[in-house]
C-alpha cells in the first residue's frame, strides 16, 4: 500500500447508473487529484484539490462530479456515463502549497478500473 | 509551453544487461522532472526525481537518470535490468506557470525484460 487509498478496484456500470469512486489518504497531504488513464494516451489530469477547495478543472464533463468534504477524502461521482469513460481512473495526493511543486512527487492509490456497459 | 517526450513505446532487454529509457523535454523555464513506475494493475510509484540539485539522480531500485540541460533530456537508466522492473516507466516534467505548478505526464515506455 502506498498511502493513497482507492475503492472499488474494479467497477462495472451501465450507462444510466449513479456510482461513486473513493480516495483516502492519511499521509497529511495538502493536495488531492483525479486522473483518467485510458490505454494508448497520456494521463488526463481530471480534478484538483488544494486545501479541500477545488484549484482546477480540465474541461471535464459535466457527468463527472468530484467531491472533497476534508482533507483525507476524495469522491468521484459518476452518472451517466458513456462507454468511452471506461479507464483506469487513478487518484494521488502531494503536499504541495500551491497545487505541484518542484519539490514534490505525488503518491498514487493503485486506481479503479472502470468498465461502462 | 512545457511537454515531454518520450522516445520508445516500448523497449525490450534481456535480464542482466543495461537499461536506457529516454526522455525529453520542453520548458520555457527550470523545470522539475520525475521519473514514475506502474506495474500492471498499480497505480504509479515515484522512482526518482530532479529539481534543481545534482544533475545524476539516484532512485530507488537502482535506477539514475541525468539531467542534460544542453541537451533538454533526463534518460532513465539501470546498468543490469530484472526481471521485476518489467513494467510501464513514465517521464513527467513539472513548471511553475501562472502561479500553478503544472505536471506533464509523457505517453509512457513499457520495459519488457527477458530471461
Known amino acids: 500500500e502506498t498511502g493513497v487509498t482507492q475503492t472499488p478496484r474494479h467497477l462495472v456500470m451501465g450507462m444510466t447508473n449513479k456510482k461513486s469512486l473513493k480516495c483516502e489518504q492519511h499521509?497529511?497531504?495538502?493536495?488531492m487529484y483525479w486522473y483518467k488513464q485510458s490505454a494508448k494516451k497520456p494521463l488526463e489530469l481530471m480534478f484538483v484539490?488544494?486545501?479541500?477547495?477545488?484549484?482546477e478543472n480540465n474541461s471535464v464533463p459535466s457527468r463527472f462530479s468530484p467531491e472533497c468534504p476534508n482533507s483525507s477524502h476524495l469522491f468521484l461521482h459518476l452518472h451517466t456515463l458513456q462507454p468511452e469513460d471506461s479507464a483506469l481512473y487513478l487518484c494521488?495526493?502531494?503536499?504541495?502549497?500551491?497545487?505541484?511543486?518542484?519539490?514534490?512527487?505525488?503518491?498514487f492509490g493503485s486506481g479503479t478500473r472502470l468498465t461502462v456497459v | 509551453a512545457q511537454s515531454v517526450t518520450q522516445l520508445d513505446s516500448h523497449v525490450s532487454v534481456s535480464e542482466g544487461t543495461p537499461v536506457l529509457l529516454r526522455c525529453n523535454y520542453s520548458?520555457?523555464?527550470?523545470?522539475?522532472l520525475f521519473w514514475y513506475v506502474q506495474h500492471p494493475n498499480k497505480g504509479l510509484q515515484l522512482l526518482l526525481k530532479?529539481?534543481?540539485?545534482?544533475?545524476l539522480v539516484k532512485g530507488i531500485n537502482g535506477f539514475e537518470a541525468e539531467f542534460k540541460k544542453s541537451e533538454t533530456s533526463f534518460h532513465l537508466t539501470k546498468p543490469s535490468a530484472h526481471m521485476s522492473d518489467a513494467a510501464e516507466y513514465f517521464c513527467?516534467?513539472?513548471?511553475?506557470?501562472?502561479?500553478?505548478?503544472?505536471?506533464?505526464f509523457g505517453t509512457g515506455t513499457r520495459l519488457k525484460v527477458l530471461a
Open positions: 494521488a495526493s502531494s503536499q504541495d502549497a500551491p497545487p505541484g511543486g518542484p519539490n514534490y512527487g505525488y503518491t
Open positions: 499521509l497529511g497531504h495538502n493536495a
Open positions: 484539490y488544494s486545501l479541500e477547495e477545488r484549484v
Open positions: 520548458s520555457s523555464y527550470s523545470p522539475s
Open positions: 530532479y529539481t534543481s540539485a545534482a544533475t
Open positions: 513527467v516534467v513539472s513548471e511553475l506557470n501562472s502561479g500553478t505548478y503544472k505536471y506533464i
